[in-house]
């Protein structure tokens, strides 16, 4: 645990307020005191940090204003292909978390659905290989997004149906379905 001191002239001080400004973005802040010194024209604020040193320097910048990590633009990480099923991925989490009562980050984060834009599973196996996505997840969601996924990234996707029901083709034809391996025969 460390000490800074610093002070900042009452009537203002754009390059001790940046200097604070900094020291205090680069730093593990524990607590600050603040005292008002009143000298007449020269007071000021007197103050004392209490620190530790950050592990890693912070960039400027580098955190969001609730001081989590940096935020991911998708449109920039991922293919456009991906991005377009992310998005999917992204309005379907929002009916789920809205029909839940939850915020949408409880039904996956958005670096899983990236993931499952990415990797693009094909079971429930696949789908709780994404970190994350334990038997939970996949038990709740899994069918739901395997048949999202399906009627995605299907040949005929846009606009074949199964019929009756108006269910795109390809849903639901291969999720959690067990293939028996060839035999032989004589």
Known sequence: MQMFFHSIPARGDSGAQEELNSFLRSHRVLTVRREFV?????????????????????????????????RVDYKEVLSPADFTLFAKLRDWRKTVAEKEGVPVYAVLTNGQLASVA???????????????????RAGKYGNALLSLLASATGPDSAQSTNGSDGTPAGVGTHVNKEVAPPTETP
């Open 38 to 70: 009143a000298q007449g024209d020269n007071s000021y604020w007197a103050l004392a940090v209490e620190y530790m040193e950050s592990a890693v320097p912070l960039a400027q910048g580098s955190e969001n204003r609730r001081g989590g990590k940096q």
């Open 118 to 136: 990415t990797k693009r599973p094909s079971s429930i196996a696949q789908l709780r290989e994404i970190e994350g996505i334990g038997e939970a």
